[in-house]
């Protein structure tokens, strides 16, 4: 089974921040990398997809890379409304892991 | 717009059975797979289901293999999650979630989610 990593498990940031997130599989999963934005009470969001596509309507300052094994969620000028957990989840094989996240909160 | 809106949680004891349903309005539901995501009272999100868009292919996680059952009705654009034998660690917000990339669950990207409905299994 593929194993998702992700660092940090939080961190504390300031609005107009540049935040980044780096999630890590245990093996190759090529670009089969997701992100989701997840607020307390809310379902997850789809921010990113295949590891750099932008989800419709998702603000521009949300930016994603990486191939293999190592890939990053980029926040360029954190906003209040991005004050939230981030989760990765690998498409690649079966059980289709989620990240254990990272919650992103106010400095 | 689309719209998934589960049903069927609640309080259930150790080894009883539950079923949740997902009603799905806002897109073609028989053109997309769909899936089950859950997630633990302050915890982390794990996949659970997933069935294509013509039920023929269907896939567990392993902690849920042989418990549960996913089924469709698209006449009826409704996703169900049989869960049998229940145990407490299947304690969850139990998600619906259609799948961006079509018809099929081999490589799933979750677009759209319901707002979930709780299980607690307790005695």
């Known amino acids: 089974d593929i194993q998702m990593t992700q660092s940090p498990s939080s961190l504390s940031a300031s609005v107009g921040d540049r935040v980044t997130i780096t999630c890590r599989a245990s093996?190759?999963?090529?670009?089969?990398l997701n992100w989701y934005q997840q607020k307390p009470g809310k379902a997850p969001k789809l921010l990113i997809y295949?590891?750099?596509s932008l989800q419709s309507g998702v603000p521009s300052r949300f930016s994603g890379s990486g191939s293999g094994t190592d890939f990053t969620l980029t926040i360029n000028s954190l906003q209040p409304e991005d004050f939230a957990t981030y989760y990765c989840?690998?498409?690649?094989?079966?059980?289709?892991?989620f990240g254990p996240g990272t919650k992103v909160d106010f400095k | 717009e689309v719209q998934l809106v589960e049903s069927g949680g609640g309080l259930v004891q150790p080894g009883r059975s539950l079923r949740l349903s997902c009603a799905a309005s806002?897109?073609?539901?028989?053109?997309?797979?769909m899936h089950w995501v859950r997630q633990p009272p302050g915890k982390g999100l794990e996949w659970v289901s997933g069935?294509?868009?013509?039920?023929?292919?269907?896939g567990y996680a392993d902690s849920v293999k042989g418990r549960f059952t996913i089924s469709r009705d698209n006449a009826k654009n409704s996703l169900y999650l049989q869960m049998n034998s229940l145990r407490p660690e299947d304690t969850a917000l139990y998600y619906c979630?259609?799948?961006?990339?079509?018809?099929?669950?081999?490589?799933?990207?979750?677009?759209?989610w319901g707002q979930g409905t709780l299980v607690t299994v307790s005695s």
């Open positions: 979630a259609k799948d961006k990339r079509g018809g099929n669950i081999g490589s799933p990207t979750f677009d759209y």
């Open positions: 806002g897109f073609t539901f028989d053109d997309y797979a």
């Open positions: 069935i294509s868009w013509n039920s023929g292919n269907r």
């Open positions: 093996q190759s999963i090529s670009r089969y």
């Open positions: 295949a590891a750099s």
């Open positions: 989840q690998q498409s690649y094989s079966t059980l289709f892991a």
